[in-house]
């Protein structure tokens, strides 16, 4: 299907040595399909994987892999290519390109025209799970992202090593969708977004507490969302092992009552509040100052009620637009439209507990609904999702408080 963004657009693919490499064949099919023009460059390796022949059939274009071929440099082809591009995306990325990319190496083609090319750089990281969370990667990506590259994905599953963890290729339609939301206009230039994430922590003892299971990841994506689509992002986050993505603002609380502290404090300078944290709904009703000692009999914990932080907001006049979350084990839509009227929410997103989907796993499964629609987003990596999500409530946005400012 054409897309707006993509038609005409001259896009260089990088492909990089992995096994994800084959995806890329089906990746150029989809790019000439949205209406970009294709031109394609392997690594060495990636040439090992799959044949210049492929992508030349795909892409209607010669393919070039090296720096070293006569007839195209005599030409200076590399800077030929370089200028040629206004897309550079490296799909599947591998961890060799990626530290290579990120310290500015030119030891290939590839490299040598991503250096040569003032076109915005992409790169879809591909690789098993462990190069993937290593601190060397770790750090080249962080590089990367600071210099204003896009990173889309990793997509987490089974890998072709037989491990599972993050690390897969994102599908091809999916790298679409993130490449023509990068390219494509910023539905929330202007606006200031709220996000809470993650789950709060009520202390019991000084070494013990009630949590849940939440990881945080959806609230974070949305906030990495919402700086790609122009915000201004504030995240609110419980505790959490993740980093804070590149142009958001963090404030780090544990407990329910810090979170709302920290979140009526922004909220008046917010346009909208997406609610995504998990807040524990009661906490001891006396944490204990010493460690408690087991008794030898049972024991009972009195637990109060924790504000009801997105109620709250909900009730101020004026309020940001609100945006909520339900996580439901059944009669999803049911309950979700209950939260929804109940709490006063412009809009709330709903997913189904269990089945691998929701909490501590980075897929997920929306069901949007608001006063007089409903959207369902099908199970995709959390990342794709937040800006599908993030699209709906720009458009509530614009439906409910007129044109972004
Ligand atoms: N929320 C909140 N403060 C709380 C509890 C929840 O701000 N103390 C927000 C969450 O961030 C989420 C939404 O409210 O956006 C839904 O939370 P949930 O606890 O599922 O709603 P409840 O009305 O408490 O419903 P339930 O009866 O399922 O507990």
Not at 89 to 110: C, E, F, K, T, Y
Not at 269 to 284: C, E, N, Q, T
């Amino acid at each position: 299907m054409t897309s707006p963004v993509l038609a005409g657009a001259r896009v260089l693919l990088g492909v990089s040595g992995g096994i994800a490499a084959y995806k890329a064949a089906d990746l150029v099919r989809r790019l000439r399909e949205a209406g970009a023009e294709v031109r394609v460059v392997l690594t060495e390796s990636a040439a090992r994987f799959v044949t210049a022949l492929t992508f030349q059939a795909l892409s209607g274009q010669p393919v070039r892999s090296s720096l070293w071929d006569e007839a195209a440099e005599a030409a200076m082809g590399h800077i030929e290519l370089a200028r040629w591009a206004d897309e550079i995306l490296v799909a599947p990325a591998s961890a060799d390109v990626l530290a290579r990319l990120a310290h500015g190496q030119a030891n290939d083609l590839l490299t040598t025209v991503v250096l040569a090319s003032t076109a915005p750089l992409s790169v879809a990281p591909a690789m098993n799970h462990q190069m993937w969370t290593h601190a060397a990667t770790r750090a080249n990506v962080e590089t990367l992202r600071a210099r204003g590259v896009r990173v889309f994905g990793p997509a987490s599953g089974a890998q072709a090593c037989g491990e599972t963890g993050e690390g897969r290729l994102l599908e091809p339609l999916d790298l679409i969708a993130e490449l023509a939301a990068a390219r494509g206009p910023r539905p929330l230039a202007g606006l200031r977004v709220l996000v809470s994430a993650g789950p709060t922590f009520e202390d019991i003892d000084p070494v013990r507490f009630i949590g849940n299971r939440s990881s945080g990841r959806m609230g974070f994506a949305i906030a990495e969302a919402a700086v790609a689509f122009g915000a201004e992002v504030e995240l609110v986050a419980g505790p959490v092992a993740l980093p804070t993505p590149t142009g958001v603002r963090r404030r780090d609380v544990r407990s329910a009552r810090e979170m709302r502290e920290a979140v009526l404090t922004a909220v008046p300078s917010s346009d909208i509040f997406v609610s995504a944290a998990a807040v524990g709904d009661y906490r001891p009703a006396e944490p204990s100052a010493l460690k408690l000692k087991k008794t030898g009999a049972s024991r009972a914990l009195e637990l109060v009620q924790n504000p009801d932080i997105l109620a709250e907001v909900g009730r101020l006049a004026p309020r940001p637009l609100l945006v909520g979350f339900a996580a439901e084990t059944d009669d999803l839509e049911l309950h979700a439209r209950d939260k929804l009227e109940r709490k006063g929410l412009d809009l709330i997103a709903a997913n189904r507990v269990g089945e691998n989907l929701g909490f501590e796993c980075a897929e997920n499964a929306l069901l949007l609904l608001w006063p007089g629609g409903r959207e369902e987003l099908a199970q995709a990596d959390k990342r794709v999702l937040a800006r599908a999500l993030l699209q709906r409530v720009a458009a509530r946005y614009r439906e409910t408080r007129g044109a972004t400012p």
